[in-house]
């Protein structure tokens, strides 16, 4: 079982950075798929980024670039790392792990965190 608690989220301008980060239970966590995901209001959740045990990484078409993912096993924590940040990216960013990779889909991954609203103004 692992519990993952997201933070960082806030409220920023457009062409501005943010850092969120996902905390995570568990002494077997460095062998967990993890994900970012996000969700606007009245949109699908979406995949965002994925970081995998062995620290392969993947990134979707809208964020490549300007995103990145990286874990830290030793702190039990993975971090999305977000530049150049546009209004369309403003939604809810939830952190999800799997034992495996179960894909870009949501409906995929074991464990969820609560989510960290980022907001992004023009």
């Known amino acids: 079982q692992v519990q993952l608690l997201e933070s960082g989220g806030g409220q920023v301008q457009a062409g501005s950075s943010l850092s969120v980060s996902c905390l995570a239970s568990g002494r077997t966590f460095s062998r967990y798929a993890v994900a970012w995901f996000r969700q606007a209001p009245g949109k699908e959740r979406e995949f965002v980024a994925s970081?995998?045990?062995?620290?392969?990484?993947q990134y979707a078409g809208s964020v490549e670039g300007r995103f990145s993912i990286s874990r830290d096993n030793a702190k039990n924590t993975v971090y999305l790392q977000m530049n150049s940040l546009k209004p369309e990216d403003t939604a809810v960013y939830y952190c999800a792990a799997d034992r495996s990779f179960p894909g870009l889909f949501a409906t995929g991954w074991d464990f969820w965190g609560q989510g960290t609203q980022v907001t992004v103004s023009s």
């Open positions: 970081i995998g045990s062995t620290a392969g990484t």
